[in-house]
């Protein structure tokens, strides 16, 4: 080979590794925007900041009732999935006062209500602490989460366990505003903005990436009789192509006016978001077009594969997920498929496939009923679970 193509070569590889490093942080970057990702940190962090064995968040569900989602340290799932109504225990007493509650050994404590202490139990917890992390809904401010940090032995958690516990609630609620506004950037993009972000795309990724693809085959056709060359080409090709269509994607998505039209695409980056923060292989496969359909429906069908994700993150061993979408019996189906074991709330397994739901889903089954069409959570025989949502593609129509 002359230097001439050698160096080309060099380059065509060096502009693939440095287009792959720029994928790379666009998917770090949606990943930190990311409410899932904010809330578990935060479970961690409570660990490494309070030195206590176990951190825990708890989301709000309604006003009026937490749900413990997100835990570090814990050695069961006795908690994981919890609901706790205002009121109840030492989280319920937090949503009720807005203020923080700590005891000094959990199921001994006269101050709370005790219709958890078979978990509390079971996780061998003692002493605890919880504070509300506040954020602001309808512009008035109120507790969006809980904050939880916990010792496995009786013990006093002083002013300045809570102050510093206090600092990582305000630190969580930071990052909930940014996720929130991300979110709503996502769905309010200024249609100029898109427009600009969109060329700018195009002429200066879309542009790198001919110049690499004509480089590639140009060396490709020259370099027939290198076997060793001839496979690291095909292997740049095909990452070009992969490149390419990601960008057609993101083309697309800025393109797009409507939030309905552009389904696929928010899906196929849910998906990619899943698998950066996860490391678990997730495909966005979409069967066939589907026909444009109201925000409304756009948002539960968006919800769906969210939750479905969630599910497989936090209580499914998996080593792939699939999320699909494509018309179905007169209507739109999405479906998210993984071939995990399933950790069910009540710790064990269940003969029947119909797969006990959290709060979540069901909430989505409602929701799906009012637009006419279902939700529904099956265990498959290998041992994987399906979250499965079917919507009319006329509103009101049944399958």
Sequence with gaps: MSAEKRRATERAAEHGELLGGLLRQRDDLLTVLDRVVALNGTAQLIRDTLGTDSGFV??????????IRWLSGNRTDQLRNLSVPIGQGIGGRVLALGQPVRVTDYVQSPTITHQFDAQVRGEGLGA???VPVLGSRGGLEQTVAVAYAAMR???????????????????????LRLADAAEACRSDAIAGERQRMRSALHDSVGALLFSIGAQV??????????PVLDHRLRRLEED??????ALRESLLALAETTPERALPVELAEHARSFEARTG?????????????????RTSLLVHVVREGLLNVEKHARAYSVVVSLGPSD?????????????IH??????????????????SLAQRAVRVGGNVSLVRDDDGGCTLRAWIPDVEGAAP
């Design 58 to 67: 708890a989301d709000l569900e309604s006003p009026d009732e937490a749900v």
């Design 240 to 245: 070009v192509s992969a490149a390419s269509s």
């Design 153 to 175: 032995r009786p013990a006093d958690f002083g002013d300045d366990a809570v102050t510093a516990l206090e600092g990582i609630a305000g630190r969580a609620a930071n990052a």
């Design 330 to 342: 007169g209507g739109i189906q999405v479906v998210v498929a993984d071939d995990g074991v399933s």
């Design 280 to 296: 678990v292989p997730a495909r966005f496969v979409q069967l066939a077009p589907v026909p444009p359909i109201d925000a409304e």
């Design 128 to 130: 605890m602490v919880a």
């Design 345 to 362: 709330d009540d710790g064990g397994t269940h003969e029947s496939p119909e797969v006990s739901t959290g709060l979540g889903v069901r």
């Design 217 to 226: 085959r140009d060396l490709h056709e020259a370099i027939r009789d290198n």
